[in-house]
């Protein structure tokens, strides 16, 4: 059973324009979120963690978590050919527990 | 600065031989480590961690075996491969602000 889903599985957008990606967990008791890219080839790397409910921004990357819905989102001003990755969403129960991953979104960014 | 390697960066093997995949952490003492794995374009799912040298803790039984032999190494092995044990294998470890930093991976094809 997947504890943490993404959507969509696949996502095209034009360079310039925004990307939203989403993720739903079905365990209440995860609390801390990630998400992370990975570049083909290469391994992950963490973009952004939010662990209160709300908006965080960092530069064009705003992540939403919504701890009552279980769901957080990731959304991408500008996109450039560059964000073109597997972007994965990562929850866990703590800090300290290591995050189980969702099955990741394929982002294309179309020049 | 703390700086994570994995070798090799990659191997070819047959299957029923033996596997040693190694990762080492420098600029950090007694690190979280943690073993992952992921099949081309998949989630990650992780297969072992380790919080003290010379004790491991295995997450899912996949015919491998872990080992921490020093406080900043982690190895993964086996000692007969199966084909559905290729993929990418990625170390990581928990930096302080609760971010998985992963290595570049160990791509391994069994065949």
């Known amino acids: 059973q997947q504890k943490v889903q993404q959507s969509p599985e696949s996502l095209s957008v034009p360079e310039g324009g925004m990307a939203s990606l989403n993720c739903t967990s079905s365990?209440?008791?995860?609390?801390y979120f990630w998400w992370y890219r990975q570049h083909s080839g290469e391994g992950p790397k963490a973009l952004m963690?939010?662990?209160?409910?709300g908006d965080k921004k960092e530069g064009r990357f705003t992540a939403h978590l919504n701890k009552a819905s279980l769901h957080v989102s990731l959304h991408i001003r500008d996109s450039q050919p560059s964000d073109s990755a597997l972007y994965f969403c990562?929850?866990?129960?703590?800090?300290?527990?290591?995050?189980?991953f969702g099955a990741g979104t394929k982002l294309s960014v179309k020049p | 600065a703390q700086t994570i390697h994995q070798w090799p960066v990659a191997e070819i093997k047959a299957v029923g031989s033996p596997l040693s995949l190694g990762c080492t952490i420098k600029?950090?003492?007694?690190?979280?480590l943690y073993w992952y794995w992921q099949a081309t374009g998949g989630t990650l799912q992780q297969l072992f961690y380790?919080?003290?040298?010379?004790?491991v803790e295995s997450v899912v039984q996949l015919n491998l075996s872990a080992s921490r032999p020093k406080d900043d190494q982690f190895i993964l092995s086996t000692e007969k491969l199966l084909l559905s044990h290729s993929g990418f294998y990625l170390c990581?470890?928990?930096?302080?602000?609760?971010?998985?930093?992963f290595g570049s991976g160990t791509r391994l094809l069994v065949i």
């Open positions: 963690s939010i662990f209160s409910d």
């Open positions: 365990d209440r008791n995860f609390q």
């Open positions: 990581a470890w928990r930096t302080p602000n609760s971010d998985y930093t």
């Open positions: 990562a929850a866990s129960l703590r800090g300290n527990n290591a995050p189980r």
């Open positions: 380790s919080i003290t040298v010379g004790q």
């Open positions: 600029g950090k003492s007694s690190p979280n």
